[in-house]
């Protein structure tokens, strides 16, 4: 490198993090940013995303599970309480909410004396993907992309250097989404979002090319190396034509396609996990490599992601990961190594054909917003899912240590003794409970009263919504009475399941036998198999329940799948209903233990203590030691990919339910 060359500045390093309290995270990000990650990721656990309070009924067992509780504006100052906000930049995944949770950060900021000006960072923002992949949707679409307008145009004026949506296509990869339908559909979504902002005349024209530069994206690098580094070329090429000719941008700094990523998370295995550490590296080097299309922020998952929470450590050893890349190697040293590449170009044009093929579906049903409503989008995502699923199943697709070279030695970083992970204590939630409390007798009621009334008056009558939304952070409003003062007046959605939809292309190899099996059982039933999936909680990573639900279709069974944020009284009272011969669960929350335990016991209470109850999801093994005991007949985790077996598991449980009925 001669003097002269400028090297590169790095991406910035993050760790996505937040569990159990706003203190603990709070200590967790301080360790971090003095370990050299440069931004934070915020992860909020499934209440504060969905807009309830940690006391609701629907957040029982969920409290501080995937992400941090956030009920107010207290929270949020312990959150970020020595970590000065107008020197940091922030992203926080967070959606539905995502108005309220960038008004209570915008209200910390203040009282540390940052002007907002000043603040950096992003609010993900992107409720198409919710409807989609996610499920951390509250209201219906239209209500919905209102308010990702208001953060955008309150955004514009008041915090010029926030991005105030993050177009989120990592989510969809992991619902099953082809290279093509991430790019359409993420592009798709934001072709939404700034027609909807157009749309709203609150942009002077000359004005609206600086609200196209404030768009960033948020994807997914999968293990397909030469793949994802194309798609992330194709993205940038696609992003800088729709805004040319779309939009009308001259600036090429405006056109820029500027993204953070996640590498896939789905694609780590239970199974010998320290593989996962290789698929990580690989993955990174895909947004990392090709300098014209490199990400501007990077957060790796851990190597155990697969097997429950990751510890302080293993986030650490993802960091490390990162800062090697950026410090060791001569990558920032030099100019894009794969111009040039006729591999590289042909795979680029292929994808952009693609997605502009599926792009043209999009824009002929009417835009995103329709494509949610009518289903289309979840239903191709839940084929192409299908479609993965089987190829792994069928082997025609090789995944090291789970369908090929099974054999393995016993792992020294997880033995199986829980500690190779985080867990968060069951006395967390009621801590966070006794302290929302306290907060709300503390507080100025009339205040919060005025705030709130504030509040429905600007939903109402259309005015933006963030400035009665910082009042109402400022006077000690909570997160659930946001939430539930705009449910009042915009309603709630549930989004379509994508599952009756579903056409089988191709009936599952060696399935015949177990179809076999549910005719002779519904045979001897003398009526179909009944399967009721349920997802108890606020999870909504529906993808697992999906599969099962397309799978027992497959097989014969007559499958009842109402989608996600059921209570365990709406599971058991849906079984009594219709009469179902097994209950099946899924949860990725890490909440099983409280849901499953409320579900089995209504089960009893009900007399239905002979109807099988089958619970998957990220669950360590000690875990499953105890639902079994509590009377869960099977459990299945990530390891357990082969679900015709796991079909004809299912079958002889109830059979033998059944016979020991008879005896």
Same mark, same amino acid.
């Given at each position: 490198m001669s003097d002269q060359t400028k090297r590169d500045r790095p991406w910035i390093f993050r760790t996505y993090a937040g569990h159990s309290t706003a203190k603990a995270s709070n200590e967790l990000y301080r360790r971090n940013l003095d370990k050299g990650q440069t931004g934070l990721s915020v992860a909020f656990d499934l209440p504060t995303q969905t807009g309830y309070d940690s006391d @609701?009924?629907?957040?029982?067992?969920? $409290? &501080?599970?995937?992400?941090?509780? =956030?009920?107010?504006?207290?929270?949020?100052? +312990?959150?970020?309480?020595?970590?000065?906000?107008?020197?940091?930049?922030?992203?926080?995944?967070?959606?539905?909410?995502?108005?309220?949770?960038?008004?209570?950060?915008v209200a910390v900021a203040e009282e540390q004396g940052a002007s907002r000006a000043s603040l950096t960072g992003t609010t993900q923002n992107d409720i198409i993907k919710e409807y989609l992949s996610r499920g951390?949707?509250?209201?219906?679409?239209?209500?919905?992309?209102?308010?990702?307008?208001?953060?955008?145009?309150?955004?514009?004026?008041?915090?010029?250097?926030?991005?105030p949506m993050n177009v989120c296509s990592y989510h969809l990869q992991e619902a099953g989404a082809t290279p093509a339908q991430e790019l359409a559909f993420a592009l798709a979504t934001a072709i939404a979002v700034l027609d909807g902002v157009k749309a709203?005349?609150?942009?002077? @024209?000359?004005?609206?090319?600086?609200? $196209? &530069?404030?768009?960033?994206?948020? =994807?997914?690098?999968?293990?397909?190396?030469? +793949?994802?580094?194309?798609?992330?070329?194709?993205?940038?090429?696609?992003?800088?034509d729709i805004c040319r000719t779309r939009y009308g941008v001259e600036d090429e700094k405006l056109r820029r396609f500027r993204y953070g990523v996640q590498v896939n998370s789905l694609g780590l295995t239970e199974q010998q996990p320290e593989n996962n550490v290789y698929r990580i590296l690989i993955e990174m080097l895909a947004v990392v490599l090709s300098k014209n299309a490199r990400a501007r922020a990077v957060q790796l998952p851990a190597w155990n992601e697969a097997l429950g929470l990751p510890r302080a450590w293993d986030q650490q050893w993802s960091l490390r990961m990162q800062q090697i890349m950026a410090f060791e190697t001569d990558l920032l040293e030099n100019g894009d190594i794969f111009d040039g590449s006729e591999v590289i170009g042909a795979k680029v044009d292929a994808l952009k054909s693609a997605a502009l093929q599926e792009l043209a579906v999009i824009e002929k049903m009417g835009g995103?917003?329709?494509?949610?409503?009518?289903?289309?989008?979840?239903?191709?995502?839940?084929?192409?899912?299908?479609?993965?699923?089987?190829?792994?199943?069928?082997?025609r697709e090789t995944v090291v240590g789970v369908n090929a070279y099974e054999s393995s030695e016993p792992s020294p970083l997880s033995g199986g003794d829980g500690d190779s992970i985080l867990t968060v204590p069951e006395h967390v939630e009621?801590?966070?409970?006794?302290?929302?409390?306290?907060?709300?007798?503390?507080?100025?009621?009339?205040a919060v009263e005025t705030a709130l009334s504030d509040l429905k008056e600007a939903a109402r009558n259309g005015s933006n919504i963030m400035n009665p939304s910082i009042a109402c952070a400022k006077t000690g409003v909570t997160t659930g009475e946001w939430g539930q003062t705009l449910r009042d007046v915009f309603g709630e959605y549930r989004a379509p399941t994508g599952v009756g939809t579903v056409v089988t292309l191709a009936a599952p190899e060696n399935s015949e036998t177990v179809r076999e099996q549910v005719a002779a059982l519904s045979e001897r039933l003398g009526v179909p198999v009944k399967f009721l999936v349920g997802k108890p909680g606020l999870d909504g990573h529906s993808n697992g329940a999906e599969q099962?639900?397309?799978?027992?279709?497959?097989?014969?069974?007559?499958?009842?799948?109402?989608?996600?944020?059921?209570?365990?009284?709406?599971?058991?009272?849906?079984?009594?209903?219709?009469?179902?011969?097994?209950?099946?669960?899924?949860?990725?929350?890490?909440?099983?233990v409280p849901l499953v335990r409320d579900v089995m016991n209504r089960m009893r209470s009900a007399g239905m203590d002979k109807v099988p109850v089958v619970v998957g999801g990220i669950i360590p093994e000690e875990d499953a030691n105890v639902l079994k005991q509590m009377g869960v007949a099977k459990v299945y985790t990530p390891k357990d990919f082969r679900m015709t077996g796991m079909m004809g598991e299912i079958v002889k449980e109830i059979d033998g339910r059944l016979d020991d009925a008879a005896a």
């Open positions: @609701h009924l629907l957040a029982r067992g969920e $409290v &501080g599970k995937v992400g941090v509780p =956030v009920s107010h504006i207290g929270d949020m100052r +312990t959150l970020f309480q020595d970590i000065p906000l107008e020197r940091m930049n922030t992203s926080m995944t967070i959606n539905a909410t995502a108005a309220w949770l960038l008004a209570l950060y951390t949707y509250v209201f219906p679409p239209q209500p919905s992309m209102r308010l990702i307008t208001d953060t955008i145009t309150w955004s514009r004026i008041e915090c010029p250097k926030w991005n709203s005349g609150q942009v002077p @024209h000359d004005d609206f090319p600086m609200i $196209v &530069g404030r768009i960033s994206f948020f =994807v997914n690098a999968g293990i397909k190396f030469i +793949t994802e580094l194309s798609k992330m070329r194709a993205f940038t090429e696609l992003w800088d995103a917003v329709a494509a949610v409503d009518s289903g289309y989008m979840k239903a191709e995502l839940v084929k192409s899912n299908s479609a993965r699923i089987k190829a792994i199943e069928e082997g009621q801590e966070q409970i006794d302290r929302l409390k306290k907060w709300r007798k503390e507080r100025d009621a009339a099962i639900a397309v799978r027992a279709g497959e097989v014969g069974m007559e499958v009842i799948y109402e989608g996600i944020r059921l209570t365990p009284e709406e599971i058991v009272s849906a079984a009594i209903e219709q009469q179902v011969h097994v209950v099946g669960l899924s949860i990725l929350s890490g909440s099983h």
